[in-house]
């Protein structure tokens, strides 16, 4: 089992950046797959990057390609999601994800899963 805890959320002006973590609990960090997802009231849950166990194998939504970096650290147990050149639409709460089986796009395919960081951006 992992206990996931994201953080850096917050507001800001478009064009700017933030960089928003998703710490991991427990020694078998690297045994899982981890993803990030967005959602705004009302909608479906959005798939937005993810990262092989290993870090090597990336994918990201066309949405956020050339935008945002998705990466981890082993030693920190941690993930990241850098994010530049925000845009108001880039507005929603942000979930960190993990799972032992899976590294796709289907969030309903994801075992665990953090509270969220609120990302707000303004125009």
């Known amino acids: 089992q992992v206990h996931l805890v994201e953080s850096g959320g917050g507001l800001v002006q478009g064009g700017g950046s933030l960089r928003l973590s998703c710490a991991a609990s427990?020694?078998?960090?690297?045994?899982?797959?981890m993803a990030w997802f967005r959602q705004v009231p009302g909608k479906e849950r959005e798939f937005v990057a993810s990262i092989s166990r290993s870090g090597e194998t990336t994918d990201s939504a066309d949405s956020v390609k050339g935008r945002f970096t998705i990466s981890r650290d082993g030693a920190k147990n941690t993930m990241y999601l850098q994010m530049h050149s925000l845009k108001p639409e880039d507005t929603a709460a942000y979930y960190c994800?993990?799972?032992?089986?899976?590294?796709?796009?289907?969030?309903?395919?994801?075992?665990?899963w953090g509270q969220g960081t609120q990302v707000t951006v303004s125009s």
């Open positions: 427990g020694r078998t960090f690297s045994t899982y797959a």
């Open positions: 994800a993990a799972d032992q089986d899976y590294n796709g796009r289907y969030s309903r395919a994801y075992e665990y």
